[in-house]
T-cell receptor, first 118, second 112 residues
Framework: AQKITQTQPGMFVQEKEAVTLDCTYD???????LFWYKQPSSGEMIFLIY??????QNATEGRYSLNFQKARKSANLVISASQLGDSAMYFC???????????????FGTGTLLAVQP | DAEITQSPRHKITETGRQVTLACHQT?????MFWYRQDLGHGLRLIHY???????NKGEVSDGYSVSRSNTEDLPLTLESAASSQTSVYFC???????????FGPGTRLTVT
């Protein structure tokens, strides 16, 4: 069964430091997409970054980068220069493909709660 | 600006009642999804639709149904609400593979 595992329930980081949030996934599909979402205390889901399984380069979006290691089935999120506003829950998600192509649905991990300290 | 909205934002209902949660998007996306969020589980897929008249069951579909009569709306119905269905419900839509899912603001449902 396809599964996303986030092993860090909670993390602390000092303001202006970098932090890595871990994500591993389990799938036998050759094609899939990997996503990271941020959920602040206000509750909305905010898209951060996307990586396709055939993308050779790691995705980057501003201060966010995705460290994609396909052989290890890991898709860690790196946040550089943490800010107080980065304090939130972070979810890793996978979009599987099937014989018909992309399913577009998301399988989520249980999330990591990040607290940025001044 | 295109958006995705959910209503109501908060709902309290009694066990056994039928409840319908609305989801409306103006992105003109064919792909729409319903998830529920519970502590310790992240978000789990309830139902989804790839277009008008198309509906599919997700991971946790028991006790829920959806219908898709137009592109913009995917209402979620709880046939007979149970306390186990107390949760936060998110609707989402996407253009397709490789594109982000846009999420609605969520509906907090309490079943007493």
């Amino acid at each position: 069964a396809q599964k996303i595992t986030q092993t860090q329930p909670g993390m602390f980081v000092q303001e202006k430091e970098a932090v890595t949030l871990d994500c591993t996934y389990d799938t036998s599909d050759q094609s899939y997409g990997l996503f990271w979402y941020k959920q602040p205390s206000s509750g909305e889901m905010i898209f951060l970054i996307y990586q396709g399984s055939y993308d050779e380069q790691n995705a980057t979006e501003g201060r966010y980068s995705l460290n994609f290691q396909k052989a290890r089935k890991s898709a860690n999120l790196v946040i550089s220069a943490s800010q107080l506003g980065d304090s939130a829950m972070y979810f890793c998600a996978m979009s599987p493909w099937n014989y018909g192509g992309a399913t577009n649905k998301l399988i989520f991990g249980t999330g990591t709660l990040l607290a940025v300290q001044p | 600006d295109a958006e995705i909205t959910q209503s109501p934002r908060h709902k309290i209902t009694e066990t056994g009642r039928q409840v319908t949660l609305a989801c409306h998007q103006t992105w003109n996306h064919n792909n729409m999804f319903w998830y529920r969020q519970d502590l310790g589980h992240g978000l789990r897929l309830i139902h989804y639709s790839y277009g008008v008249q198309d509906t599919n069951k997700g991971e946790v579909s028991d006790g829920y149904s959806v219908s898709r009569s137009n592109t913009e709306d995917l209402p979620l119905t709880l046939e007979s609400a149970a306390s186990s269905q107390t949760s936060v419900y998110f609707c989402a839509s996407t253009r397709g593979a490789g594109y982000e899912q846009y999420f609605g603001p969520g509906t907090r449902l309490t079943v007493t």
